[in-house]
């Protein structure tokens, strides 16, 4: 019985994708899809929702380099609302905005027993019990912006499911750094972050650094490509100085010189 279904880099577009979803509501055996470079936009993703509404075994759906939108998103976030499998959702390389995020954070906030729950005026659908919750969302190339950040951080605050975030090459900024920040400070979950090419800075860095002197989960940090120097990299070791739970760091292709390299050193003597 085939469990993992590999159609990379094909041309099944939206028609395909209808097929695959009407599919979908019969099969009791597919655990993993891949549909990564296919042209499916945003009446796709609403055949995918459709089909997942019914589907019990799916777990993880790859849809990165795709032509999924915001309303697209809008789609998967209602559709996936009786999903109660799914682990794994790869939405990166698409066209997805802050308001795309904002429908994402909306299924975060109020669901940690379901993929999505995209509540509109009803509490209905809000049921806890022992169901699988969403764990890795990838949003990496998309365009969210600061305020989709914001969006994002607004759901995590009340999901206790997610472990990993990605949401690199995303422009989020400064701005969005420091929203960001704020929710890793009382955020319990999040084990791996990535956000790498965000033109962050060090002003924005200053931000996460300080949010690491108050996180205890946080294991993987990736921050490559953000324009950091020295300055970033002062503020990074004071947050080390406090934080002894991440593990990972990764700060390539910056801008550190051979003072930020001391302040590390200085920030890793203290960190046992």
């Known amino acids: 019985t085939l469990t993992a279904l590999n159609v990379w880099g094909n041309e099944i577009g939206d028609v395909g994708a209808q097929h695959l979803a009407d599919a979908l509501q019969h099969n009791t055996a597919l655990i993993t899809l891949d549909l990564d470079s296919n042209s499916i936009g945003d009446v796709g993703?609403?055949?995918?929702?459709?089909?997942?509404?019914?589907?019990?075994?799916?777990?993880?759906?790859?849809?990165?380099e795709n032509r999924i939108g915001d309303v697209g998103t809008q789609h998967l976030a209602v559709g996936l609302r009786y999903n109660t499998t799914f682990t794994t959702l790869n939405l990166s390389y698409n066209g997805i905005g802050?308001?795309?995020?904002?429908?994402?954070?909306?299924?975060?906030?109020?669901?940690?027993v379901t993929?999505?729950?995209?509540?509109?005026?009803?509490?209905?659908?809000?049921h806890i019990d022992t169901h699988h919750a969403l764990i890795t969302l990838d949003l990496e190339y998309n365009e969210i912006g600061a305020v989709g950040?914001?969006?994002?951080?607004?759901?995590?605050?009340?999901?206790?499911?997610?472990?990993?975030?990605?949401?690199?090459?995303?422009?989020?900024?400064?701005v969005g750094a420091q929203h960001l920040a704020a929710g890793l400070r009382h955020n319990t979950t999040l084990?791996?972050?990535?956000?790498?090419?965000?033109?962050?800075?060090?002003?924005?860095v200053q931000h996460i650094a300080?949010?690491?002197?108050?996180?205890?989960?946080?294991?993987?940090?990736?921050?490559?490509?953000?324009?950091?120097?020295?300055?970033?990299?002062?503020?990074?070791?004071?947050?080390?100085?406090?934080?002894?739970?991440?593990?990972t760091l990764d700060l390539g292709d910056n801008t550190i010189g051979g003072v930020g390299a001391q302040h590390l050193a200085d920030g890793l003597r203290h960190n046992t």
């Open 45 to 64: 993703a609403q055949h995918l929702a459709d089909g997942l509404q019914h589907n019990r075994t799916l777990t993880t759906l790859d849809l990165r």
């Open 149 to 174: 950040a914001q969006h994002l951080v607004d759901g995590l605050r009340h999901n206790r499911a997610l472990t990993t975030l990605h949401i690199g090459s995303n422009r989020i900024g400064d």
């Open 210 to 247: 300080n949010a690491l002197r108050h996180n205890t989960t946080l294991t993987a940090l990736d921050l490559h490509g953000n324009g950091i120097g020295d300055v970033a990299a002062e503020h990074l070791a004071d947050g080390l100085r406090h934080n002894t739970a991440l593990t």
């Open 115 to 126: 993929v999505f729950v995209y509540l509109m005026s009803s509490l209905t659908l809000l």
């Open 191 to 204: 084990n791996i972050l990535n956000l790498r090419y965000n033109i962050i800075g060090d002003v924005g």
């Open 98 to 112: 802050n308001v795309g995020a904002q429908s994402l954070a909306h299924g975060l906030r109020y669901n940690t």
